[in-house]
Nanobody
Framework: QVQLVESGGGSVQSGGSLRLSCTAS????????MGWFRQAPGKEREGGAA???????SYADSVKGRFTISQDNAKNTLYLQMNSLKPEDTAMYYC???????????????????WGQGTQVTVSS
């Protein structure tokens, strides 16, 4: 079965950096869409960064220029490099995956089916 395991969260001061990892198993990694999401206490889950089917990346405006998503297909691992962290980045971070869809063209679904357990990121001022 599909399993996603995140790691790398922790507590840092404002301006610091963290690198999150998400190791995937149970499926052919390259045939899935992958992304990072986050949820702060009392707030709705929001998208952070994701890969599209052509390998291009997209970022939420709130993290653009500070976060970088990358992946190592040989290791079935997704990464999120987070720099210049701010207190408002404090949240539980999740990686998610779903099969690449096809309907005349390949695309990633808006809602992902598979989720990791999350890793906590806390940024203090």
């Amino acid at each position: 079965q599909v399993q996603l395991v995140e790691s790398g969260g922790g507590s840092v001061q404002s301006g610091g950096s963290l690198r999150l990892s998400c190791t995937a198993s149970g499926y052919t990694y390259s045939s899935y869409c992958m992304g990072w999401f986050r949820q702060a206490p009392g707030k709705e889950r929001e998208g952070g960064a994701a890969f599209d089917t052509d390998g291009s990346t997209s970022y939420a405006d709130s993290v653009k220029g500070r976060f970088t998503i990358s992946q190592d297909n040989a290791k079935n691992t997704l990464y999120l490099q987070m720099n210049s962290l701010k207190p408002e980045d404090t949240a539980m971070y999740y990686c998610a995956a779903d099969r690449i869809k096809y309907s005349g063209r390949y695309y990633c679904p808006r809602e992902y089916v598979y989720w990791g357990q999350g890793t906590q990121v806390t940024v203090s001022s």
